[in-house]
Every structure is written in C-alpha cells, then in structure tokens.
T-cell receptor, first 114, second 114 residues
Framework: DAEITQSPRHKITETGRQVTLACHQTWNHNNMFWYRQDLGHGLRLIHYSYGVQDTNKGEVSDGYSVSRSNTEDLPLTLESAASSQTSVYFC?????????????FGPGTRLTVL | AQSVTQLGSHVSVSEGALVLLRCNYSSSVPPYLFWYVQYPNQGLQLLLKYTSAATLVKGINGFEAEFKKSETSFHLTKPSAHMSDAAEYFCAVSATGGGNKLTFGTGTQLKVEL
C-alpha cells in the first residue's frame, strides 16, 4: 500500500546543531508539505513544494529549509536548532495543487532541542 | 487571507450524546473547508471536506458538517458519541486560487465519558 513515512519518529538534539527530518511518500504525489504542531497553535505551515525543484515558504519558515530533488522525498533541515523549534513535525502530501485536494499526513516526528 | 476559529479547546460529552464541534471561518473568497481528526500519537486523517458541491457534507465514522455561509460556520456533528471518537479535531481552510495550502484552527480535544 502507498504511504507516507517520517524518520526519525523521535529526536533529541542540542541548540546550534543542524538537524534533518526525513519525509518519504510512495503515492507519487506532486505536492508535499511540512507543518509544525504546537499547543495552542494547531498546525502551522513551514514549507511546501508543488513539484521537483519547487519549494516555497510557509507561515513559519524562518530557521528551516527544504529541497525537492525527486518526487518521493522532501527533507526538512533546521540549520541551527533552537529551543523554540521543539515541536512535533508533520509531513503531508497531496496529488495535485487544487484547493479541494486532500492532504495525507505522516505519523510525525517529535523533536526536542535542549 | 483566510483563517478558521475553533471555539472550545476542550469538549467533553457522554457516550451516546450529541457531538458538536464548532468552526467559524474568515475568507475574502469562497472557502473550501476540511475537518481532520488526530488520534493519540498519530498523524491527521481527513474526516470530511466542503467543496461547494453540497452544503451538508457526510464524512467517515458517522460525522457530518454543514456549511452555512450566512453564519460563516462549518460545525462538525455526530448524533451519538462513541468512546473511540476521543481524539483531537482540527478545522482547516483553503481558498480558491490559493493552491493546496491549508490554514488550520487550533484544535478541539474531544473527551467521551461513560
């Protein structure tokens, strides 16, 4: 069955370190998204991509970067981790760029920055 | 810009009672609205979505929602709560011409008591 996976599921790191969170989908979806989930804020969009070599900033992109070299993967990099980036991170994908398209979510990565 | 507001961060109901989770939207263009559910330690999954085809939308697990333009609302209901409905529920909006980006509400935690 097609799916979307994230790794690692849990990560503890130190302030200032570079961290990369992986997201891999086997649906062959064009669109991929990264969100962070924090209490009282719901999910907020970090970066998104509508296809290979396409990346765009979301609502809370400062301190994060993404690159899309193939259809299946959209890794999220924290250039220099900060305690404010402690959060649960979700990757999602959707088939097309239509406003009514369903997004399918991965299981999440819980990141703690000490 | 579009946004959604979920009234009540925590809702508690008895098993068998009506479930009502509130969502109001703000959008300068016709909105498309979604309800997602998140079970503990899992990603989000789609319950239902409004795509302008019909104002009353039926989703999975017996949930439904009605789009009311005059009230700018898209409340989620279920006639009879089950213990398995305990989860966090998110309302989200995307807008015509806005691609597939979603803006989420802050979530409502539903507790179902015996």
């Amino acid at each position: 069955d097609a799916e979307i996976t994230q790794s690692p599921r849990h990560k503890i790191t130190e302030t200032g370190r570079q961290v990369t969170l992986a997201c891999h989908q086997t649906w062959n979806h064009n669109n991929m998204f990264w969100y962070r989930q924090d209490l009282g804020h719901g999910l907020r969009l970090i970066h998104y991509s509508y296809g290979v070599q396409d990346t765009n900033k979301g609502e809370v992109s400062d301190g994060y970067s993404v690159s899309r070299s193939n259809t299946e993967d959209l890794p999220l990099t924290l250039e220099s981790a900060a305690s404010s980036q402690t959060s649960v991170y979700f990757c999602a994908s959707s088939e097309s760029g239509g406003a009514t398209d369903t997004q399918y979510f991965g299981p999440g990565t819980r990141l703690t920055v000490l | 810009a579009q946004s959604v507001t979920q009234l009540g961060s925590h809702v508690s109901v008895s098993e068998g009672a009506l479930v009502l989770l509130r969502c109001n939207y703000s959008s300068s263009v016709p909105p498309y609205l979604f309800w997602y559910v998140q079970y503990p330690n899992q990603g989000l999954q789609l319950l239902l979505k409004y795509t302008s085809a019909a104002t009353l939308v039926k989703g999975i697990n017996g949930f439904e929602a009605e789009f009311k333009k005059s009230e700018t609302s898209f409340h989620l209901t279920k006639p009879s709560a089950h213990m398995s409905d305990a989860a966090e529920y998110f309302c989200a909006v995307s807008a015509t011409g806005g691609g597939n980006k979603l803006t989420f509400g802050t979530g409502t935690q539903l507790k179902v008591e015996l």
